[in-house]
């Protein structure tokens, strides 16, 4: 299971107070780069919709 979870959330170099913080940190950030990737496919698929 925990090497299934790393293929989702990066690893942070950051240090936090709490080893939650950094996973979060990290899921947020795949997250984030997840929806601009996605807006990107669904807006060059509607552009060739066209």
Do not use: C, H, Q
Not at 16 to 36: C, E, M, N, P
Request: without cysteine; charged residues 15%; proline residues 2%.
């Amino acid at each position: 299971m925990n090497s299934i979870s790393r293929d989702f959330i990066s690893e942070e170099p950051r240090e936090y107070g709490f080893k939650l913080g950094s996973t979060i940190a990290s899921a947020l950030s795949g997250f984030i780069a997840g929806v601009i990737v996605t807006g990107i496919v669904w807006y060059v698929m509607a552009l060739a919709g066209e």
